[in-house]
Structures are given as structure tokens and as C-alpha cells.
């Protein structure tokens, strides 16, 4: 009888171990599933090429990015967040102080979770986080002065692979990415739709005449000039933009709902090169 | 006996519940209900649109359409939770596998 209660607690425990091993998996099995998923739905695309969204294949799309790409017209962005950038602050320390190897070329580090905050830091949040460090007042989050020094930031880390780093060891990064895995796979909104159902099912199909981009590669290359725009957003301009388009009342920008977001949608092109500021359509 | 009766008819009329006789009690139940579906993280931007509408209707002087803009902005928040309820477990059906 004895053996047996120890035989059936054996099976017990592998029947848990194996329903948690389906049920939350590990973010690298997880990002290699995303992975597979999209080169069996687009095998005529080289994984590097879904860094460029839509334009890895669209190719009258393409065609027309590669000309604009020409004259970019985030370049001026990038001169204007060079010249921010190296403005020191009213106490005589600057953006380069805030950031390891002086702010050049990190961008594929971000964001990060911070344990001893337990919270996701984005680029973004870095920056105002160093202005606020310093006295300095924070730059309004989705435009303007930030999305330029974030532009800078991304131009000075072009080529560099994505490495958002995420340990299996640490609770809190696990429940970060866990939280925004969640919320990307959510119905919200009247129009009941998760990011999801866009970019993971239907990517590669048309909303009207513009085509839906792919999870893999959605956060390699901002911030982002859109022509719909008229000038250079930040990565949770676009969140803001998705959620009113489901009808769904958008989060603050920079909350942590948001940066959870980030931190799950980077580690999904984990690799993948940095390859912003970009334009898009 | 009868008094048994009326109490029952009158106790099922009220649980059956009245549409709000004025435009500042509908309002404020649909604000209650916008404010639930906002602390689930899920309210829809046609709540505060047709509240907005509500608003103008008032103003205009048309009371009953803004009672009833008001109600269907409260039904919009009601469905935005019950949508929270639902995805609190329904979001792992979306996930992808190999």
C-alpha cells in the first residue's frame, strides 16, 4: 500500500510537471514556436527579412519603401535627437551619462526588467528616468524631443541583434513577459480582437489596401516616421493607434501594461537586426 | 393573502429593474459601469463617445435621447466586462503551436 501511494505520487507529480511545461512554457521555446510558425507561413522569406515588416513581402510596397528610403524622411529626426542628445542638463551631466557605453549603440539591450524595481525599462523610460535623475522635467512619451533621442539611440545601434535577455531563474522578468504575452493575445475592444488576431493569424492578409505585418520583426525598427502620422512616433504611439482601431480604451503610454507589451513583443525578434528608425506606410 | 400577492408583484416589478427616469441617474450608471470596465483594463472608447453624445443631447434639450445614449454606453461598459471575464482565460485559445 505504502509503494503504491509513493508510485501514485510519482505519476502525480509528472502529470503537473508536464501540464506546466504546456502551460507556461519557457519564452525561448515560445519564441521559437513564433519562429516556426511564421517561416512555415511565409517560406519564401529569410528570417532576417521580417525586420522590415510588411516590405519582406509586399513587393509593390516594397519597391516603393526602398525609393523612399532614398531621402528617409526620419532623418531629420535623427539629426534633431543627435543634437538632444548631446545637450547636457541644466546640471551639467547629459543622456550619455545614463547609459552604459555613453548611450551608443544599446538599443538592442531594451528594454530590460530591473529587479531591484521589478519593472520593464524601456529606451524611453530610460530617457526620462536620466532627465528626471538630473532635475529635468519628462518629455511627453509618443512624439517630439524623445522620439527623437530614441531615433538617435536606434540609428547608433543599426545591425545590432536584438538581445532582450530573460532568465528562467528570474520570477519577475518571467511574470513581465508573461503579462504581456497575455495581453497581446487578448480580445479587447468592441471589435473583440487581440493583436493577435492581426499579426499572428491573419499577418500577410490586407486590412483594406494595407497589408498586416508579422509579430516577428514588430520591434526592431522604431521609432517609426508613418505617413499617416506626418512625423516620428514611438513604439506605444502604434499600441495607442491598434487599441482605438479595436475600439479598446487605450493605456497610458509607458505603463507598465505597455512596457510588459514591449518586453514580450522584443523577446519575440530576439536576433533579429536593429534596423530603426524605419518609415512606414 | 392578498397583501401576500401585491408584496410578490410589487418586490418582482422592482427586482425587474426601470430604465433611470432621468438623464443624471443614467449617466451615473453608466459612469459606474465605464469605471468597472476601467479597472479591468478593458473599457471600449464607444462608452465615452456615446456619454459624449448623451451630453450634447441634453444640451440641445432632447432628454429622452440622451437617457437612452446613456443607457447604451452603460451596456457597452456591462459587455466590456463581461469581454474581461471571458478573456481572463478565453486569451490561451489565441496562442500559437507547432
Known sequence: ?281 | MRLTILLTISLFLSACGTPPATYADARAAAMTAIAAATDRGHAWTTSDQLIDEADKAVRDGNESLAISLADEARIHAELAVQQADREATAWRDNLISN
Open chain 1, 1 to 281: 500500500m505504502k509503494s503504491l501511494n509513493l508510485k501514485t505520487l510519482l505519476i502525480v507529480c509528472a502529470c503537473v510537471a508536464l501540464l506546466a511545461g504546456v502551460v507556461q512554457a519557457d519564452p525561448e521555446t515560445e519564441r521559437q514556436t513564433m519562429v516556426d510558425y511564421f517561416q512555415k507561413k511565409f517560406p519564401n522569406v529569410e528570417l532576417a527579412e521580417f525586420a522590415n515588416g510588411i516590405y519582406a513581402f509586399d513587393e509593390n510596397a516594397r519597391e516603393q519603401w526602398i525609393e523612399i528610403e532614398d531621402f528617409p524622411p526620419y532623418e531629420i529626426a535623427i539629426e534633431d535627437g543627435e543634437a538632444f542628445f548631446n545637450t547636457p542638463f541644466a546640471n551639467g551631466r547629459g543622456y550619455a551619462d545614463c547609459f552604459e557605453n555613453g548611450g551608443i549603440a544599446v538599443r538592442q539591450n531594451y528594454p530590460y526588467f530591473d529587479s531591484s524595481k521589478g519593472e520593464v525599462i524601456t529606451l524611453e523610460f530610460a530617457i526620462n528616468q536620466c532627465r528626471q535623475d538630473s532635475g529635468e522635467q519628462p518629455l511627453p512619451w509618443m512624439t517630439g524631443e524623445l522620439a527623437a533621442i530614441s531615433a538617435y539611440m536606434s540609428f547608433t545601434s543599426r545591425g545590432n541583434p536584438i538581445d532582450v535577455q530573460i532568465s528562467n531563474d528570474d520570477s519577475g522578468a518571467l511574470a513581465a513577459y508573461a503579462a504581456g504575452k497575455q495581453l497581446y493575445f487578448t480580445r479587447r475592444g468592441q471589435l473583440n480582437f487581440a493583436c493577435s488576431h492581426c499579426h499572428v493569424q491573419s499577418a500577410g492578409l490586407a486590412l483594406r489596401a494595407d497589408p498586416l505585418s508579422t509579430t516577428l520583426g514588430q520591434a526592431t525598427h522604431w521609432p517609426v516616421y508613418r505617413f499617416k502620422w506626418g512625423e516620428i512616433g514611438t513604439l506605444h504611439k502604434r499600441f495607442k493607434e491598434c487599441s482605438e482601431q479595436v475600439r479598446a480604451q487605450p493605456f497610458e503610454a509607458q505603463s507598465a501594461e505597455w512596457r510588459n507589451l514591449e518586453f514580450y513583443l522584443t523577446y519575440m525578434s530576439n536576433g533579429l537586426e536593429i534596423n530603426g528608425p524605419a518609415s512606414r506606410r
